[in-house]
């Protein structure tokens, strides 16, 4: 999922709405991840337009 995000097409953005509508992401691990390689803020904004109603 992180690598998807990090990539930024359309079409990754719509598996990970997918993934985390559908209850089989992982939070936790992905924010840790994400935090490993500075894609928090990035996330933050993505949650923001896409997975917030």
């Given at each position: 999922?992180?690598?998807?995000?990090?990539?930024?097409?359309?079409?990754?953005?719509?598996?990970?709405?997918?993934?985390?509508?559908?209850?089989?992401?992982?939070?936790?691990?992905l924010r840790d991840i994400?935090?490993?390689h500075s894609l928090l803020?990035?996330?933050?904004?993505?949650?923001?337009?896409?997975?917030?109603?």
């Open positions: 999922m992180a690598i998807a995000f990090q990539t930024g097409r359309a079409k990754d953005h719509a598996r990970l709405v997918m993934f985390v509508d559908a209850g089989i992401a992982d939070m936790d691990r994400l935090a490993r803020d990035a996330w933050a904004k993505f949650e923001k337009r896409f997975l917030q109603p």
